[in-house]
């Protein structure tokens, strides 16, 4: 009777110890799943631990085993190893998908869409995250929605769709529970950053860093702290912004985030480029770019290489710069050529047809009823057949006639479409490379902190450039208007623009009707090197000033300088030369004058775009005159509004017209 007993209890132990040993793997599951929720955000190198740790002990084909494939990729692209996180997120996509888990393939897909998104790869991105967002609406979770909306409005703002970016993280934050709220409110900071609207950016830079510090998530704390940051440098609260940086790169340092740490030393970089400190920028632009091209951050490549590229030319290493720009072109149309837009469009379009569906389900209620009415249409229709017949037959003679010239007709416009697009492509092209001859505004702030620039191409590409340089202790300014405008007048900007640059640095001349005058030989010498007659060249006004004298000396080609007086009353006009830079009948030497200023007053320079603009109530010139009277009524206001109130000025005055020329103001308060 006892080892009877005895044999039982042990078969009860073995039926029941699969159970047992099943409910302990699950505990160990859902342990390790909280840890790596806790770690993710501040340690992804623990997170990564214990998603492997998951994958050893849950059943390959589970929903347990999708999700620690799911955590070890979203681990590893937070460390910047892009490769090993799409091998484990593409393995984690297919045993999703023959399981059928729905949420576990929407957290999957949008994991790779965040990835592509860092990667830049933009096209990718949208086809996950519009995939996850689906199945998440689908089965009503909110916080999955809100992630893929906040991928989405990303994607949009990189492409400098601000207005739709916004619309999207403003759904998200509808949708959102804290932790997704947080990266909202750091994306609105973001946008805001690229709209330059600095102060609603420091406003929500503070709302996300106060959820991030909730929440202990670092990557959202580091980057409050770098857009806090950018938003202060801008603002002219340069030792706060190197605080918030530094502390963002140590954060950054923590976790091993590489792609996060280069955006942050681009900004260190550009701190220091503020402070005038050329060798600690050139130190942290050169850092980021090495750090983004060994990761492949396409996009972090680009802002740093840009800044670097400049440095190194400031500093005579052409052949290095040129390297360095060249890269920056590279990488820059790699971003721009992902059809982004068009798989946007696409996603837009889906919602509207959804639409359209449900009113089609709607009218096939009176299905049955339009049945009817269609058997007294059917005789009507067999009348009107035989009418149609009738005219077909004696149109389509006719057709035939047209048909033969349509049809070439429609080879010559795609041919010119073809042509068309091409000649876009490149005036496009040389839009960026007339961007990269202008000084930064930011370069010119850092010299002459009371100035404003107003820069109105009439086409994509622009005859009318300003211009300016730092060398030896003087500030060379300029407003430029060279012959034509468009494609023809870019020409001729970039090349004038670079004679600008040989005659200060290579030749060192300081004397601006020197300058000048060096200029025109140039501009004359490779002139007549063409075989036909070329009569283009440039129309300047170009000051210097001197830092160590306090002085103004200026210069100028048919444009003048305007002078406004502290407490004045009226525009001074220092007259130019009437001739151009270029060929010339009765040519002269420049006059150099010395010009007297005290600080308040004001200075403008200009090309004869705005002044020449047709508008106003009978279609005439804006004028000279109106153009003086309207300065004094504003000369008053600080530069920055000077500069709205004259291009609201400009826009009011031609209405509907079309811009007449290229547009072009400096305004300086000394």
């Known amino acids: 009777m006892k080892n009877s007993f005895v044999k039982l209890l042990i078969v009860l132990l073995l039926a029941l110890s699969p159970n047992l040993r099943a409910n302990n793997v699950s505990e160990q599951i859902d342990s390790l799943n909280s840890l790596i929720e806790e770690w993710i955000y501040s340690d992804p190198y623990?997170?990564?631990?214990?998603?492997?740790?998951?994958?050893n002990i849950a059943k390959r084909g589970s929903k347990e085993y999708v999700d620690a494939l799911n955590y070890a990729g979203k681990a590893s692209y937070y460390l910047d190893e892009?490769?090993?996180?799409?091998?484990?997120?593409?393995?984690?996509?297919?045993?999703?998908?023959?399981?059928?888990y729905q949420e576990g393939r929407a957290n999957v897909l949008f994991s790779l869409g965040d990835l592509h998104i860092l990667l830049g790869i933009y096209g990718k991105a949208i086809d996950y995250l519009v995939e996850s967002l689906e199945i998440f609406q689908e089965i009503k979770n909110n916080t999955g929605t809100a992630y893929c909306l906040n991928g989405l409005g990303i994607i949009h703002m990189n492409q400098g769709n601000f207005e739709k970016a916004y619309e999207y993280f403003e759904r998200a934050l509808a949708f959102g529970d804290q932790y997704t709220k947080a990266d909202s409110y750091t994306n609105m900071g973001t946008l805001y950053i690229k709209m330059e609207a600095f102060d609603e950016a420091i406003k929500y830079a503070g709302m996300s860093l106060e959820e991030g510090r909730k929440n202990e998530d670092l990557y959202v704390i580091s980057a409050s702290l770098d857009n806090l940051g950018y938003a202060y440098l801008r603002t002219g609260k340069t030792k706060d912004a190197i605080k918030l940086f530094l502390e963002s790169k140590e954060i950054k340092t923590q976790l091993d985030d590489r792609q996060g740490l280069a955006l942050t030393l681009v900004n260190?970089?550009?701190?220091?480029?503020?402070?005038?400190?050329?060798?600690?920028?050139?130190?942290?632009?050169?850092?980021?770019?090495?750090?983004?091209?060994?990761?492949?951050?396409?996009?972090?490549?680009c802002s740093s290489a840009l800044e670097y590229s400049r440095i190194l030319a400031s500093k005579g290493n052409y052949d290095s710069a040129f390297i360095v720009q060249n890269r920056y072109i590279e990488v820059s149309d790699e971003i721009?050529?992902?059809?982004?837009?068009?798989?946007?469009?696409?996603?837009?379009?889906?919602?509207?047809?959804?639409?359209?569906?449900?009113?089609?389900?709607?009218?096939?209620?009176?299905?049955?009823?339009?049945?009817?009415?269609?058997?007294?249409?059917?005789?009507i229709g067999a009348i009107l057949l035989l009418l149609f017949i009738a005219f077909i037959i004696f149109m389509n003679n006719r057709y035939r006639l047209k048909k033969k010239s349509a049809e070439a007709l429609e080879i010559k416009n795609q041919i010119i479409e073809e042509k068309n697009n091409d000649i876009m492509d490149s005036i496009r092209y040389a839009k960026r490379i007339q961007e990269a001859i202008l000084p930064p505004i930011s370069f010119i702030k850092e010299w002459i902190p009371n100035s404003f620039v107003l820069f109105l191409p009439k086409d994509v590409v622009a005859g009318d450039f300003y211009w300016m340089n730092h060398f030896n202790n003087k500030i060379y300014i300029a407003a430029c208007d060279c012959t034509g405008h468009g494609v023809p007048g870019a020409m001729v900007s970039v090349m004038c623009s670079n004679y600008l640059h040989r005659v200060v640095?290579?030749?060192?001349?300081?004397?601006?009707?020197?300058?000048?005058?060096?200029?025109?030989?140039?501009?004359i010498e490779n002139f007549e090197k063409s075989e036909n007659e070329v009569k283009d060249g440039m129309d300047v006004s170009l000051c210097v000033f001197d830092e160590e004298r306090k002085m103004l000396k200026w210069a100028g080609a048919n444009n003048p300088l305007w002078i406004i007086r502290v407490n004045g009353q009226e525009v001074e006009e220092v007259k130019a030369n009437k001739q151009p830079i270029g060929k010339y009948s009765d040519r002269k030497q420049f006059t150099s004058h010395e010009v007297p200023i005290n600080k308040g007053d004001l200075l403008y320079m200009f090309s004869d775009g705005y002044a020449d603009q047709f508008g106003g109530d009978a279609g005439k010139k804006f004028k000279s005159l109106n153009f003086k009277k309207f300065l004094l009524s504003i000369k008053d206001k600080d530069m920055e509004e000077q500069k709205e109130l004259i291009l609201k000025a400009f826009n009011d005055w031609k209405g509907t017209l079309e811009q007449v020329d290229d547009v072009c103001v400096i305004g300086i308060r000394v």
């Open 268 to 301: 260190i970089g550009l701190t220091f480029k503020n402070l005038n400190e050329s060798d600690s920028s050139e130190l942290y632009f050169s850092k980021a770019y090495f750090l983004s091209e060994k990761i492949g951050a396409k996009k972090e490549i």
């Open 505 to 523: 640095k290579e030749l060192k001349v300081t004397e601006p009707g020197q300058i000048l005058d060096n200029v025109t030989d140039m501009v």
């Open 82 to 100: 892009y490769k090993q996180g799409i091998f484990y997120l593409e393995d984690a996509l297919r045993e999703a998908t023959k399981l059928n």
């Open 336 to 379: 721009n050529n992902e059809k982004a837009s068009k798989k946007i469009a696409e996603l837009e379009a889906a919602v509207e047809a959804e639409k359209q569906a449900q009113q089609i389900a709607l009218l096939q209620k009176d299905k049955e009823f339009q049945k009817e009415i269609r058997k007294y249409y059917i005789y």
């Open 46 to 55: 623990k997170a990564l631990r214990y998603s492997q740790e998951e994958l």
